[in-house]
């Protein structure tokens, strides 16, 4: 439902029918989108955005703003690698700083 809701499309149509791919059982990730998300969708007509760990947005694509995916929730023993947390990558340090396991 949360990538429905940010594109306004069905499953079918934007990518993520869950939090687990059901072709090879892995987690869905950020590569699975087939459409385009509102926050991509307003740096499209020069409008800034900010995201804040919105479900499958691993690792964070580059918008206009900021997206902080939704695997900065996960703990540092988990599968996130830092580069794909945040972006753009210069607030990568920062938000490394405010994490808590």
Do not use: K
Not at 21 to 26: L, Q
Not at 54 to 81: H, K, M, Q
Request: glycine fraction near 8%; aromatic fraction near 10%; charge should be negative.
């Amino acid at each position: 439902i949360w990538a429905s809701m940010a594109t306004g499309l069905r499953p079918d149509q934007h990518g993520i029918g869950g939090f687990m791919r059901s072709v090879d059982a892995e987690l869905s990730t950020a590569r699975d989108w087939r459409a385009p998300a509102f926050w991509h969708l307003a740096g499209e007509m020069d409008m800034t955005a900010c995201v804040l760990g919105w479900w499958v947005t691993y690792p964070a694509s580059a918008i206009n703003g900021v997206l902080v995916s939704d695997a900065c929730s996960y703990t540092t023993e988990g599968f996130r690698n830092p580069a794909g947390l945040v972006r753009p990558d210069s607030l990568s340090d920062a938000l490394m700083d405010l994490v808590v396991d």
